[in-house]
T-cell receptor
């Protein structure tokens, strides 16, 4: 089964909105879509999770179309501290197995 | 307590040594994981324990031996490692294994260097 697919890298400036897309071609009916953020030499950190339509929390929004074949993580007004790798891992074996793709390196410049 | 604690943070060992990595969580989570992450690569799943039983082994070489003494602790025993095993080893836990809404909480990792 293929892993999820994301852009390798993105550059942005402080204060801009950043949208990172992920393709989920093999997503199972019961699987949610979850995004993680990772800083160097730290473990990934949960950002947001959704099943369909739009979800928003204090740090991000997640947009999922009706066919659930893709998702878009939206980071409003990024700052330098948002420079990190962002992952949308694929769940397998009923959610017990989280498989990470290459991730998107987001670089925020001043 | 909402953290996963890993010790040691750094470990240097020779190829003939035996060492262990330790992981602890007190969130009542029922699944625990070991991942391996090489520089500039994504985390790779190694083992999954669900309800204290090994449920997934991703064909990991036997020089890595996991152990789950209880629901809060997870160990990774290391023996006769190779230099290419040098990596960041990440432990994670989750409260709803076997669910499509599974969310993992990761520790900060143990940086292993094999000489």
């Amino acid at each position: 089964l293929a892993k999820t697919t994301q852009p390798i890298s993105m550059d942005s400036y402080e204060g801009q909105e950043v949208n990172i897309t992920c393709s989920h071609n093999n997503i199972a009916t019961n699987d949610y879509i979850t995004w993680y953020q990772q800083f160097p030499s730290q473990g990934p950190r949960f950002i947001i999770q959704g099943y369909k339509t739009k979800v928003t929390n204090e740090v991000a929004s997640l947009f999922i179309p009706a066919d659930r074949k893709s998702s878009t993580l939206s980071l409003p007004r990024v700052s330098l501290s948002d420079t990190a790798v962002y992952y949308c891992p694929q769940a397998r074996e009923y959610g017990n197995k989280l498989v990470f793709g290459a991730g998107t390196i987001l670089r925020v410049k001043s | 307590d909402t953290e996963v604690t890993q010790t040691p943070k750094h470990l240097v060992m020779g190829m003939t040594n035996k060492k262990s990595l330790k992981c602890e969580q007190h969130m009542g989570h029922r699944a625990m994981y070991w991942y391996k992450q090489k520089a500039k690569k994504p985390p790779e799943l190694m083992f999954v324990y669900s309800y204290e039983k090994l449920s997934i082994n991703e064909s990991v070489p036997s020089r890595f031996s996991p152990e789950c003494p209880n629901s809060s602790l997870l160990n990774l025993h290391l023996h006769a490692l190779q230099p290419e095993d040098s990596a960041l080893y990440l432990c994670a836990s989750s409260d709803i294994p076997f669910s499509g809404a599974n969310v993992l909480t990761f520790g900060a990792g143990s940086r292993l260097t094999v000489l």
